[in-house]
Every structure is written in C-alpha cells, then in structure tokens.
C-alpha cells in the first residue's frame, strides 16, 4: 500500500539568508523488501525509487514547499522558515525476524522513526552559500554559523523535523 507523509521543519534565519532546502531528504523507514526495521534511506524529489541497502525501495518526494513565515512584529531580527516535504513510499507490514537486534520492537511501522533535512544558506554578510541540516537526535539549540565569517546564519530550538500522515 502506498503512504504519504510528510516530514516539516521550522527554523529561524537571519534577515536577508537566503534558504533553498535540497531535494532529498534522509528518514529511517522500515523497509518491506528487506523486512528490516529503522533503514535509512535518501528519498529524492520527482524520482521513484531510492537504494535501501544496495536494493530498490520505492520512494518518492512529490513536493517540496519552502515556505516564508511572517510575523508582525517591529523587534524582529530573524525570519522564520518552513521546509515541508510531500512523500510517498510503498509499506507493507512485516515482522523483522532477527534475534538480539537490540530495538524496542520487532514489528514493522508505516512511518519514520527519524529524519535529516538538508539546505542551502546563502549568507546576507558575506554572501558564501553553505550547506547545513537539521535532523532529529542533533543537541538543541543548535546555532548555524557561516564558515567564511563567522556570521550567525539560523538557530535551531526544538525536535525536528516532524512527521504527519498526509491523505493520499
């Protein structure tokens, strides 16, 4: 059966970054072809199959929006950003048969049980464009800095990114 998802994060960024998230994003699924738990997996936009240990999961990232958000506020230095991705795999259920492997459970899950989402930052001091992520298990808060002058870029407060069921 397919499911959609989708993986959402919200980010503060200096005035002026400019912010392009990429078009992948990584998340642990646990993978019907395999019948492994927590598998990671580099989904891409517009392509519908990915690798998942040297074999074809069928993946895809339908959209991507890159969203600006706005609030009224004269003392605001930062512009907050959200980065949603639309996705949709193929999931049956399964049960992963080997011993000792040390998870919390053994029969399969639809959804991720993490993520990474990466970007690009072009920095408004010096104008270097850098990549960065965010990704669940990361020590917050999280300060992204330009490598070329020290500039501080986005900052990074809570669990992310988050994951909700999407109707197909």
């Not at 992948?24 to 517009?46: F, G, N």
């Not at 991507?64 to 512009?79: G, L, P, Q, T």
């Not at 899950?109 to 920095?123: D, M, N, Q, Y």
């Amino acid at each position: 059966m397919k499911i959609n998802f989708i993986a959402k994060t919200i980010l503060s960024f200096a005035k002026g970054a400019i912010v392009q998230p990429l078009e992948t994003v990584e998340v642990s699924l646990d993978c019907a072809v395999c019948q492994k738990l927590y598998r990671t997996v580099i989904i891409h936009k517009d392509v519908g199959e990915t690798k998942c240990a040297g074999h074809s999961f069928p993946a895809m990232i339908k959209l991507i929006e890159n969203n600006k958000k706005i609030w009224k506020s004269f003392f605001m230095k930062e512009e907050m950003r959200e980065f949603i991705y639309h996705v949709e795999y193929e999931y049956t259920e399964f049960e992963d048969s080997r011993d000792g492997t040390g998870y919390d459970r053994r029969a399969s899950h639809e959804f991720p049980s993490w993520g990474r989402i990466s970007f690009l930052v072009t920095c408004p001091k010096c104008k270097s464009i850098q990549r960065f992520f965010t990704q669940n298990n990361i020590v917050r808060p999280f300060i992204g800095i330009c490598g070329q002058c020290s500039y501080q870029l986005y900052t990074d407060n809570k669990e992310q990114p988050l994951f909700e069921k999407e109707e197909s």
